[in-house]
């Protein structure tokens, strides 16, 4: 105890430290994790240290401190010795229609590789946060939420490897998205964060690479829970439109070969490609369904070739289109209109606990470089209470840019990969 009472008075020492842009010591970021998990630090102070961080940021050995003190701060868990070298995880740091990760799970497992919260028959299982892993990022992420430090390189590095780390991962993947509809809207700011996350998560022995991708569209063509998982399924199915496609294969393919089940990265791709063309991926989908708890025969007309989606799946109670006010070619959408509005009609929470409506979503109907006559359906919306206002179509018809074809400039997805 008496340790504790002297890190308490020498305490603002640490902030003062770091405020004034020094390094802080193995020590000091140790005793600030212990006080941040014992709760004997005040948060006003934890939120000022937050915001000297946030001001000053870390040199490389300070984030891999913070990030191994935090890892430890909980239970690390342990797998069973014949899954060495195949427990893998992705991190996406989030984009509209990111509905990667369902795709990516069953084709992972279809490989060998065992992902996040197994479910050991299956292979993979898709989850959200447990309590006894990393408990000091819980208190801290809440914190950063109401001193506006979200957007700090140590601090996410530290709250994101962290818990990979807890999971005693062989190989992590992140995608790490930059543009209008992302956290970073530049590329050069999105490769300081992968590339610091990159090199903590190989610091910590996890085989760490990162894959740089383009968030202005949505993502493929669909927006919203309900319509996600059907565009995952289709994807499955081996139907899914191309972006999906490259992003996945990208995550999957650099993945395989880090833990050497691939030669190559283009040789991964191909691997991971195959187990969404020949149904290895769809019946591995299906078996983790019924491993959640979804009736056998629910999961089977699921995955079958021509799925009534909408006899399962809750259809909204309206639809409506909206129309081309003009002709020309597709040349921009603005993905993050399109999630900014859906999250108004209900598709997203605004804090923790928050009900979310599933069958709230928008379909795309066109995509980038399609050429549209005036007066064409570009974008059906799933919609209940509230219902979608004038204001809101004004601002989804904002969000679709036409014009000439010569002004179109497609780039590819996937802007760069880090190997680690």
């Given at each position: 105890?008496?340790?504790?009472?002297?890190?308490?008075?020498?305490?603002?020492?640490?902030?003062?430290?770091?405020?004034?842009?020094?390094q802080?010591?193995?020590?000091?970021?140790?005793?600030?994790?212990?006080?941040?998990?014992?709760?004997?630090?005040?948060?006003?102070?934890?939120?000022a240290?937050?915001?000297?961080?946030?001001?000053?940021g870390?040199?490389a050995?300070e984030?891999?401190?913070?990030?191994?003190?935090?890892?430890?701060?909980?239970?690390?868990?342990?797998?069973?010795?014949?899954?060495?070298?195949?427990?893998?995880?992705?991190?996406?740091?989030?984009?509209?229609?990111?509905?990667?990760?369902?795709v990516?799970?069953?084709?992972?497992?279809?490989?060998?590789?065992?992902?996040?919260?197994?479910?050991?028959?299956?292979?993979?299982c898709?989850?959200?946060?447990?309590?006894?892993?990393?408990?000091?990022?819980?208190?801290?992420?809440?914190?950063?939420?109401?001193?506006?430090t979200?957007?700090?390189?140590?601090?996410?590095?530290?709250?994101?490897?962290?818990?990979?780390?807890?999971?005693?991962?062989?190989?992590?993947v992140?995608?790490?998205?930059?543009?209008?509809?992302?956290?970073?809207?530049?590329?050069?700011?999105?490769k300081?964060?992968?590339?610091?996350?990159?090199?903590?998560?190989?610091?910590?022995?996890?085989?760490?690479?990162?894959?740089?991708?383009?968030m202005?569209?949505?993502?493929?063509?669909?927006?919203?829970?309900?319509?996600?998982?059907m565009?995952?399924?289709?994807?499955?199915?081996?139907?899914?439109?191309?972006?999906?496609?490259?992003?996945?294969?990208?995550?999957?393919?650099?993945?395989?070969?880090?833990?050497?089940?691939?030669?190559?990265?283009e040789?991964g791709?191909?691997?991971?490609?195959?187990?969404?063309?020949?149904?290895?991926?769809?019946?591995?989908?299906?078996?983790?369904?019924?491993?959640?708890?979804?009736?056998?025969?629910?999961a089977?007309?699921?995955?079958?070739?021509?799925?009534?989606?909408?006899?399962?799946?809750?259809?909204?109670?309206?639809?409506?289109e909206?129309?081309?006010?003009?002709?020309?070619?597709?040349?921009?959408?603005?993905?993050?209109v399109?999630?900014?509005?859906?999250?108004r009609?209900?598709?997203?929470?605004?804090?923790?606990?928050?009900?979310?409506?599933?069958?709230?979503?928008?379909?795309?109907?066109?995509?980038?470089?399609?050429?549209?006559?005036?007066?064409?359906?570009?974008?059906?919306?799933?919609?209940?209470?509230?219902?979608?206002?004038?204001?809101?179509?004004?601002?989804?018809?904002?969000a679709?840019?036409?014009?000439?074809?010569?002004?179109?400039?497609?780039?590819?997805?996937?802007?760069?990969?880090?190997?680690?």
């Amino acid at each position: 105890m008496a340790h504790h009472e002297q890190s308490t008075a020498t305490f603002p020492e640490h902030i003062r430290k770091k405020r004034n842009g020094e390094q802080l010591s193995a020590g000091e970021i140790r005793d600030f994790v212990q006080g941040v998990k014992d709760k004997t630090i005040q948060e006003s102070q934890i939120g000022a240290m937050l915001m000297a961080i946030w001001l000053q940021g870390m040199v490389a050995e300070e984030t891999l401190a913070l990030t191994k003190e935090m890892m430890m701060s909980g239970e690390v868990m342990s797998w069973p010795a014949e899954w060495e070298g195949l427990m893998v995880d992705k991190h996406s740091t989030g984009g509209v229609g990111d509905k990667i990760s369902l795709v990516l799970a069953p084709a992972l497992a279809a490989c060998g590789c065992k992902l996040h919260r197994i479910l050991e028959e299956v292979g993979c299982c898709i989850v959200g946060q447990t309590d006894n892993l990393v408990p000091a990022d819980k208190v801290m992420y809440a914190l950063r939420d109401v001193t506006s430090t979200v957007d700090s390189l140590p601090l996410i590095t530290g709250s994101i490897i962290s818990k990979k780390g807890a999971e005693s991962l062989s190989a992590l993947v992140l995608d790490v998205k930059f543009g209008n509809a992302a956290l970073y809207k530049d590329l050069g700011s999105a490769k300081s964060l992968a590339q610091s996350m990159v090199t903590v998560g190989n610091s910590l022995g996890i085989r760490t690479g990162a894959v740089l991708s383009r968030m202005n569209c949505p993502i493929g063509r669909c927006v919203g829970n309900t319509l996600e998982v059907m565009e995952s399924l289709e994807c499955l199915k081996g139907r899914g439109p191309d972006d999906i496609l490259e992003l996945v294969t990208s995550l999957g393919g650099l993945l395989l070969w880090m833990i050497g089940r691939a030669g190559s990265l283009e040789e991964g791709k191909k691997v991971i490609s195959t187990t969404l063309q020949n149904g290895a991926a769809l019946e591995k989908f299906q078996n983790m369904m019924i491993g959640q708890g979804v009736a056998s025969q629910i999961a089977a007309s699921l995955c079958s070739t021509n799925a009534d989606y909408y006899s399962i799946l809750r259809l909204a109670h309206y639809q409506t289109e909206l129309e081309t006010q003009g002709h020309g070619t597709v040349l921009d959408i603005d993905g993050m209109v399109i999630a900014q509005v859906l999250h108004r009609l209900g598709a997203g929470r605004s804090k923790a606990g928050d009900p979310v409506n599933h069958s709230v979503g928008a379909e795309l109907l066109v995509s980038l470089g399609h050429k549209v006559e005036k007066g064409q359906p570009w974008l059906r919306v799933h919609y209940e209470t509230p219902a979608l206002s004038a204001e809101q179509r004004l601002s989804l018809q904002g969000a679709l840019t036409l014009g000439p074809v010569d002004l179109l400039h497609t780039q590819p997805l996937v802007a760069e990969i880090i190997l680690p």
